[in-house]
């Protein structure tokens, strides 16, 4: 089957400083990866070059087989949280409803059954009593839901989240991983950035290990071992010394 995402010798920097270097690797549909790395490896910088948001110095990026511009609305994505201003005044409902503009269009105002598909959105995010709340008086967590509630509504093929999983409640993180999992069940990919090694094992069947470049891709088994994890995190890592495999 034909690769979802194909990544080939991509390379991005801040000013000066490269972030990312030579990174090459593919994803193929249905699929659920972790992107693991320590701070600074760059994996927020990846996702938002991959979706033209930062500049690329060189490289192949093609989702789907064309350019990000060509296929936008069949990606959904959820920056990290604190990338987002939540002062500004609006409700829940209005935040999912705008995802959905990729359907409505840019000069068509939102109808009804847009402002259903964004509360079965909601709703399957737990998320319905707080439609009409302005966004700055959620929890985090219930932030996060509504990030991802808007990107369900946009029912995307392939979903990219950056750190969904930071500073959320344990139930949070059920129904968020439920969520996901779910995604996947229908053929849906989704490529994750996550920080807790501890639940990678339980949480993801493949991942890409990040730093500046690729260390490892493979399976869950395959890319996330002692000697790969040591690889891209140094020797720093107590937590390795517990880890069998
Ligand atoms: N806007 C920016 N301007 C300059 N340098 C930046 C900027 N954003 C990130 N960087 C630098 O680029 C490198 C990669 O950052 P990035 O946020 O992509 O890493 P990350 O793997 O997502 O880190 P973390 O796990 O801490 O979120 C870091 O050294 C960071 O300091």
């Known amino acids: 089957m034909a690769a979802v995402l194909e990544v080939r010798d ?3 920097s801040y000013r000066k ?4 270097e030579d ?3 593919e994803i193929r549909p249905g ?3 972790a992107i693991v790395g320590p701070n600074g490896a760059g994996k927020s910088t990846l996702l938002k070059t991959l979706l033209d948001q930062h500049p690329r110095l060189s490289g192949d990026v093609s989702f789907f087989g064309s350019a990000f511009r060509k296929v936008k609305s069949r990606i959904g994505y959820v920056p990290q949280r604190g990338s987002v201003d939540w002062d500004f005044p609006t409700d829940a409902l209005d935040v999912v409803t705008m995802g959905l503009y990729g359907k409505i269009g840019w000069l068509r105002r939102p109808g009804r059954t847009h402002k259903e598909l964004a509360m079965r959105a909601l709703s399957e995010m737990g998320m319905a009593d707080y439609a009409g709340r302005q966004i700055s008086q959620l929890s985090g967590g219930q932030q996060q839901r509504v990030f991802l509630a808007r990107a369900l509504a946009q029912d995307a093929e392939l979903y990219m989240l950056d750190e969904p999983l930071a500073g ?13 999992q779910r995604l996947k069940s229908q053929g849906k990919t989704v490529m994750v950035v996550h920080h807790d090694l501890q639940t990678v094992e339980d949480y993801f069947d493949r991942v890409l290990l990040l730093n500046r470049t690729v260390v490892a891709h493979g399976t869950t088994a395959e890319a996330f071992t002692r000697e790969r994890l040591s690889a891209a995190y ?6 390795l010394e517990g880890k069998s495999g």
């Open 234 to 239: 140094g020797g720093m890592l107590r937590w």
């Open 10 to 12: 991509l390379f991005a």
């Open 168 to 180: 959320v409640d344990a139930v949070t993180e059920r129904v968020i991983m439920d969520t996901l």
């Open 23 to 25: 990174v090459t690797f």
């Open 31 to 33: 699929t659920l990866t």
């Open 17 to 20: 400083n490269a972030v990312l």
